[in-house]
């Protein structure tokens, strides 16, 4: 099955700068990519998603990088504002099914 | 949260009981699923729906059963519940192929087994 790796696990920002967090995942045949932001005491928020056609994609302050051949995917914060502050997650899903396979996560702390 | 609601938000049972969490959509999609979040596992699928009466086991399915009579209901149950269960549970909803493959999520219950 799928399996997604996501770096790093926290991560402490200075506000105003930049925040990127990394995946992998393992079937090739994933071609899906969303990224969810969770705070605190709520459900994950789609926030951006790529698909395998694209390379890029951006919205506002964030932006997501997909590389097919290295089976890596980015989510890129920049501009970093407290209100970024919250837990990331990217998952994976193939054309085939509907199951998404979600990362780790990764605990953002943007310092005013 | 996508016109998705759970009920109950809270719930403290204790060991050895049944218990069932409702999902409920308003958006006609075909696709439902049941997840819990654990603290160091992050979201994992527990069982899910791909239409009335379709269902399907997840990667984490033992001690759960789900049950789905409507488009707009899935029914999350323990039928007896373990301190292991205790968790947050999120239901999800997706078009499936023909939305894109989004998945959104509701707000969660907060179950403690004791």
């Known amino acids: 099955g799928e399996n997604v790796e996501q770096h790093p696990s926290t991560l402490s920002v200075q506000e105003g700068d930049s925040a990127v967090i990394k995946c992998t995942y393992s079937?090739?045949?994933?071609?899906?990519f969303p990224w969810y932001k969770q705070e605190l005491g709520k459900g994950p928020q789609l926030i951006i998603d790529?698909?395998?056609?694209?390379g890029e994609k951006k919205d506002q302050r964030i932006a997501v990088t997909l590389n097919k051949t290295a089976k890596h995917f980015s989510l890129h914060i920049t501009e970093t504002q407290p209100e970024d502050s919250a837990v990331y997650f990217c998952?994976?899903?193939?054309?085939?099914?509907?199951?998404?396979?979600f990362g780790g996560g990764t605990r953002v702390l943007v310092k005013p | 949260d996508a016109g998705i609601t759970q009920s109950p938000r809270h719930k403290v049972t204790e060991t050895g009981t049944p218990v069932t969490l409702r999902c409920h959509q308003t958006e006609n999609h075909r696709y439902m699923y049941w997840y819990r979040q654990d603290p160091g596992h992050g979201l994992r699928l527990i069982h899910y729906?791909?239409?009335?009466?379709?269902?399907d086991k997840g990667e984490v399915s033992d001690g759960y059963s789900v049950s789905r009579s409507k488009t707009e209901d899935f029914l999350l149950t323990l039928e007896s519940a373990t301190s292991s269960q205790t968790s947050v549970y999120f239901c999800?909803?997706?078009?499936?192929?023909?939305?894109?493959?989004?998945?959104?999520f509701g707000p969660g219950t907060r179950l403690t087994v004791l």
């Open positions: 999800a909803i997706s078009a499936g192929l023909a939305g894109g493959n989004e998945q959104f």
């Open positions: 079937d090739s045949a994933s071609n899906y």
């Open positions: 729906s791909y239409g009335v009466k379709d269902t």
């Open positions: 998952a994976a899903i193939k054309a085939a099914g509907n199951k998404l396979t």
């Open positions: 790529i698909r395998s056609n694209v």
